[in-house]
């Protein structure tokens, strides 16, 4: 059975800085991997998206890293801002259903 | 246009009643969702349609009902209602038609509160 799970489950840093959230999972057999971002009251966005075959994605200050045989990957979130302040997500597709970590809350401070 | 929309966003009903909550997408995508969430949070899938045919049903009770009327919608209705169902509701898309391997599409989610 799949677990994914996210370390650290909250996060808070003074903008400007860079960081990194974690995600593992236990079963290497996936087709993709996804990192998502939910604001209070609202949906999940999709941010990202790893196809097993791929090592990382990159879209503006985000870059998703993904090592399938250790069973991880990372999101790592350049000169941060307030804005980006919200939980951050990640879930494997494999044999089963999607599967979700309980995610980071980031907190960015002005 | 929102892409994935879902309604009511809020509903507050009493233990044993019925409801129901309605999901729309307009992306053409042929696979629709519907996620629980709970109260720490956790996401976890509950049904899974193509093109109108159930394909994944995650031992949910049977109270919960799925139905989809073509395949730009996908409806949840639930009976009698209990108090362990207050969380969350989200409807999802995808274009695939079996395990996702292409983006998922959210939306804003129905918060549903049993009294």
């Known amino acids: 059975k799949q677990e994914v799970t996210q370390i650290p489950a909250a996060l808070s840093v003074p903008e400007g800085e860079n960081l990194v959230l974690n995600c593992s999972f236990t079963?290497?057999?996936?087709?993709?991997l996804q990192w998502f971002r939910q604001d209070p009251g609202k949906g999940l966005t999709s941010l990202l998206l790893?196809?097993?075959?791929?090592r990382e994605q990159t879209s503006g200050r985000l870059n998703a890293s993904l090592d399938k045989s250790s069973g991880r990957s990372t999101l790592y979130i350049a000169a941060s801002q307030p804005g980006d302040s919200a939980t951050y997500l990640c879930a494997v597709s494999g044999n089963t259903p999607l599967v979700f970590g309980k995610g980071t809350r980031l907190s960015v401070i002005a | 246009d929102t892409a994935v929309s879902q309604t009511p966003k809020y509903l507050v009903t009493q233990m044993g009643n019925d409801k129901s909550i309605k999901c729309e997408q307009n992306l053409g995508h042929d696979t629709m969702y519907w996620y629980k969430q709970d109260s720490k949070k956790f996401l976890k899938i509950m049904f899974s349609?193509?093109?109108?045919?159930?394909?994944i049903n995650e031992t949910v009770p049977n109270r919960f009902s799925p139905k989809s009327p073509d395949k730009a919608h996908l409806n949840l209705h639930i009976n009698s209602l209990e108090l362990g169902d207050s969380a969350v509701y989200f409807c999802?898309?995808?274009?695939?038609?079996?395990?996702?391997?292409?983006?998922?599409?959210f939306g804003s989610g129905t918060q549903l509160s049993v009294l």
């Open positions: 999802a898309s995808s274009q695939d038609s079996g395990p996702p391997r292409e983006k998922l599409f």
């Open positions: 349609y193509n093109n109108k045919e159930l394909i």
């Open positions: 790893i196809q097993s075959s791929q």
């Open positions: 079963d290497s057999a996936i087709y993709n």
